[in-house]
């Protein structure tokens, strides 16, 4: 594997990104230190195209005046915890609600996806490092965390790391939109999608988990043979229709390394594969995404549906439900998860 650093471009504060490209064969993934972003994801279709599977910004300023997270790291705490409420170690945390006044959302105001992360190269692979101070975004504890990307045999890995002094949340992802189609392609709602998934996590009007764990049988969220992302999206089922689509996260059970899910392009012939040792899986079909979007790479137009997530990760909401996982690092603790992405062809 190779990696080349080049400039991107600066914040609006005058802060320098760099771009870091790790190729590998025909395919490529270029990382930014703004946000950890995956700016660009390159693997051959089956006629040996280039075809560049991630929405992205060519400018670091479309990726600063965006509000849909395009290809970046997650955290402190990643996905939704309803009114921004945590209990730990005895005492109360108040988080942000920096969606829609209902739920502190991917680690809040400025979360992990706006920091400038520092970089390093050593290994074979990239690590992005950021040291988090206690009190950032409320959350308690001096939490340092680092994100070490490889591309090797056709597979994007992401290895997350983070250690902390004293009790806090940490709920680490990514939140690459993917369009097996190539970026520019449009709806992804041809693409198949198949989740190995028992049960999900129904949600409430605020988008957070309830508490309920429930079984897919019988329902559209239901995708444990391959089925077009957009054969039920509309359907009239509350869950969906509550979510404008998919925004719900699955159940993989069994622990350690293990499928989390399956994708496919007919058009295209690539298949996604991911696997990962987390709790769950956020699986989004791109609902919010809208034309207000600053134009993307080359300059496409993204639009609802253009691109669909997912997101290994604890459980959303875990904070209020004891019996769900919990995303708890302790003082003096280490954590270390893995995601990998796998890149093949179907006929």
């Known amino acids: 594997?190779?990696?080349?650093?080049?400039?991107?471009?600066?914040?609006?504060?005058?802060?320098?990104?760099?771009?870091?490209t790790l190729t590998d064969g025909r395919c490529s993934a270029s990382i930014l230190t703004l946000g950890g972003i995956i700016q660009s994801l390159i693997v051959p279709d089956r006629?040996?195209?280039?075809?560049?599977?991630?929405?992205?910004?060519?400018?670091?300023?479309?990726?600063?005046?965006q509000t849909c997270y395009i290809g970046a790291l997650l955290g402190r705490c990643a996905n939704r915890i309803a009114g921004g409420r945590v209990a730990l170690g005895g005492r109360e945390i108040r988080l942000a609600c920096n969606d829609h006044g209902a739920c502190h959302l991917h680690g809040g105001e400025t979360g992990f996806d706006k920091r400038i992360w520092s970089a390093s190269v050593a290994n074979g692979g990239l690590t992005l490092r950021y040291d988090s101070p206690a009190g950032e975004e409320h959350y308690p504890g001096n939490l340092r965390a680092s994100v070490t990307y490889r591309l090797e045999d056709g597979a994007l890995s992401l290895e997350?790391?983070?250690?902390?002094?004293?009790?806090?949340?940490?709920?680490?992802?990514?939140h690459a939109y993917f369009n097996l189609g190539g970026h520019a392609s449009g709806e992804v709602g041809e693409q198949t999608v198949c989740i190995p998934a028992d049960h999900f996590t129904p949600i409430g009007k605020n988008?957070?988990?309830?508490?309920?764990?429930?079984?897919?049988?019988?329902?559209?969220?239901?995708?444990?043979?391959?089925?077009?992302?957009?054969?039920?999206?509309?359907?009239?089922?509350?869950?969906?229709?509550?979510?404008?689509?998919?925004d719900h996260n699955y159940?993989?059970?069994?622990?350690?390394?293990?499928?989390?899910?399956l994708a496919e392009c007919a058009q295209t012939g690539i298949t996604l594969s991911v696997e990962s040792d987390m709790p769950g899986m956020q699986l989004y079909s791109g609902n919010y995404l809208d034309a207000n979007l600053p134009r993307g790479k080359g300059g496409v137009q993204y639009g609802r549906r253009h691109g669909f997530c997912l997101e290994t990760q604890f459980w959303p909401n875990a904070p209020a439900f004891p019996h769900f996982p919990q995303p708890v690092l302790?003082?003096?603790?280490?954590?270390?998860?893995?995601?990998?992405?796998?890149?093949?062809?179907?006929?």
Not at 2 to 18: L, M, Q
Not at 47 to 65: C, K
Not at 251 to 260: A, T, V
């Open 251 to 261: 159940i993989i059970g069994g622990d350690g390394l293990r499928p989390f899910a």
């Open 207 to 246: 988008s957070a988990p309830t508490g309920e764990v429930a079984s897919v049988e019988g329902t559209p969220l239901d995708l444990r043979r391959f089925t077009p992302l957009g054969a039920h999206w509309d359907d009239k089922f509350p869950q969906l229709r509550r979510a404008g689509g998919y």
């Open 160 to 174: 997350y790391r983070a250690e902390t002094d004293a009790d806090t949340l940490c709920n680490l992802s990514n």
């Open 47 to 65: 006629n040996g195209r280039p075809t560049d599977i991630v929405l992205g910004f060519d400018t670091v300023a479309a990726y600063e005046s």
């Open 330 to 347: 302790r003082a003096g603790e280490s954590c270390r998860h893995f995601t990998n992405f796998h890149f093949s062809l179907h006929p």
């Open 1 to 20: 594997m190779n990696i080349v650093c080049t400039p991107f471009g600066k914040t609006a504060d005058g802060r320098p990104v760099d771009r870091y």
